[in-house]
């Protein structure tokens, strides 16, 4: 339609009148950070005297609920390095310490229901991303990425610091110690930073305490941290880190069936070696000969029942982690999970100047399934077959904003084959309120010689392009946002998750922010967003106005509703047309019993199957209970289930899925 082809032109249009710059956050003059004068111990007590000498943090603000005011307690952040680790000291006032909530939590469990301090490292003071290390009352931990062009908060990589915290007459305290192999930072005489404090403080309703002052409606996080100067002397590499492992299995079976001798099977054993080089304290190295991943925790079950288009699961495996934000753009064309078994892998990230890059090679084994996409829904081929994978991505620095580089090829063995992906994309933030991204991509595709495996696979060769561009605008009153997509039919993405392909869309929202000084709420957001797609050759595929509310509260309540009145959507060869009512709710009641939330979906529901419409919903349930600070059980729960008409005016129960998951840790 014209609309979709006018939409960048509207985009661009309004964005031109916008400051040519970003106006730089208000974050307070650059910090001195000086070398310890003494040994720190561990121990979360802030009794050393080198802490008496570090810098001093302490000056915060309340941004929720209120707007950048007073907080209604007092924190206090120190800062000093020596010659092998950074360390930060913490002082957590509370007027009422027997209220501080401090359960014992596993790694990566430290969330919002709880007290904790987070600190965000910009340690190339990019002013984009942070490495973000949190720290609760027990001394617990949990660590993450945080990426401001995508407002993305990544949990998988572990990072090696220690902890300690000890619960105070008038608080309680902390203490890190960060060594500087656990961190990248550029090689330099000296060293400037960026650091950004965040203090959690559930009490009648979830306070938000920050080190710099950040606006309602501002765009960005890590943008609002302070400078840090001083660091001199930093070690410049020479880190390694090996870690080998050996598994050996012993097996016996039954030698004429149940109940007959059991009869010993062969021994298998295996081995392998994980290894990480910093030749500089920019760059890593990272060497992976057949890796072991049993450890790695299973994922959460999702119901895979019914879906038009495949289920996606975040990556966990530490090999493919190191700055795994470096390959996150608007189109997800790498998604790492689509190497299913590596014998090998080699993968080198760094930064030179303004410019950070990352690239990983290795070699799978398959076993896993290969995405076919389509305009209204996809098939899944089996990858019974080896490849050789790379991956590459050049990102460069323009303060704020950036222009990037990405690089994939999937070189298939044995059965003829392969998968190219190139392009660039961008983030323009203009200021704090208003960011441009985009991306656009072309692919070049030859198919496996493997028509047994899937009937498309014949060898053809496959070229064209995708494309993405979204104006974003976050201000104080009013939020909004437009996205256009094209896609085209042959698009190709296999090291990627891009399930959907030959269509163009459309896709604007508007939201109204409302914040009462008193009641239950205090946040209110109505909004509208309209979607329409359609084929390469204008035909439709969904068309969808939905209009809701969603709001934020007290007891970190989040809730919201939405309505969607006579959507249209094609399955196969027809369009459909279906209405619906969605919601969300999550509360932390209270000490013990600390989050409890769920989603629904209810009204039309499709048989993508059968072509056809039915009655039916989504059900999903969470909670957490904490007996003791030592004891939690989590308990998720998702039901499913769709009713169709069975002729004679009579409907019947086509299916019913049901997921249940109780975690108990102690």
Known sequence: MRFLSGSLGWALALLSALPLTAQAPSVGPPLDVPRAAGRITIDG????????????????????????TEPKVKTVVYLTYDQSSFYIGIHAFDPEPGKIRAPFVERDNVIGTDDNVAVFLDTRNDRRSAVELRVNPRGNQADAIYNDGSS????????????????????WTAEMRIPFSSLRYPKQEENHWGILVWRNYPRDQRYGIYSSPIDRGSNCTICHSRELTGLRGLPGGGHFVGAPYVTGQRSAEPRDGLGSPLEDQSAKTDAGIDVKWTPSAGNALDLTINPDFSQIESDVGQIAVNNQFAIFFPEKR??????????DTPIQAVY??????PKWGLRDTGKLGDLGYTVLLTQDEGGGSVIIPGPTGNDLAPQDFSSKVLLGSLRRDFGASYLGLLVTDRENEGVG?????????????????????????????????????????????LTSHAGHLEWLHTGHDWTWRATVQDFGEDFRADEGFVPQVGYRLGRYALYRNYY????LFRRV?????????????????????????????????????????????????????RSRVTGYFQIDPGRRFSRIGGSFALGDAIDFAN????????????????????????????????????????????????????????
Not at 152 to 171: K, Q, V
Not at 516 to 519: C, D, H, I, N, Y
Not at 557 to 577: C, H, I, P, W
Request: proline share 5%; net charge negative.
């Open 417 to 461: 084959g392969h998968n190219r992906v190139a392009g660039p994309d961008f983030l323009w933030r203009r200021s704090q309120t208003d960011q441009m991204t985009g991306q656009l991509l072309v692919s070049d595709t030859e198919t496996p010689d493997r028509p047994d495996l899937y009937p498309g696979w014949d060898g053809r060769r």
């Open 611 to 666: 072509v056809r419409v039915g009655r039916g919903g989504d059900l999903s349930l969470f909670g957490t209970l904490k007996p003791t600070d030592h004891l939690a059980l989590d308990l998720n729960a998702d039901r499913q289930w769709l009713d169709v008409n069975a002729g004679g005016g009579l409907r019947g129960r086509l299916f019913t899925a049901q997921i249940e998951r109780l975690k108990l840790t102690y």
């Open 45 to 68: 007590r802030l009794d050393d005297a080198a802490w008496r000498k570090a810098a001093v943090i302490d000056t915060f603000y309340e941004t929720y609920p209120g707007d950048n």
């Open 525 to 577: 957001q109505p909004y509208v967003i309209t979607r329409y797609v359609e084929d390469q050759d204008g035909g439709l595929i969904q068309r969808q106005t939905n209009t809701g509310v969603q709001t934020q509260g007290q007891r970190n309540l989040a809730a919201g509703v939405e309505f969607d009145v006579r959507e249209q959507l094609r399955v196969g060869d027809q369009v459909l047309e």
């Open 318 to 327: 530490p090999f493919f982690l190191e700055r795994l934000d470096l390959f």
């Open 152 to 171: 993305n908060e990544d949990f998988s990589p572990d990072f090696f610091y220690d902890t300690a915290a000890e619960i105070t007459a008038d608080g």
């Open 516 to 519: 009462p000084e008193s009641g």
């Open 336 to 341: 790492t999970r689509t190497i299913t078994d």
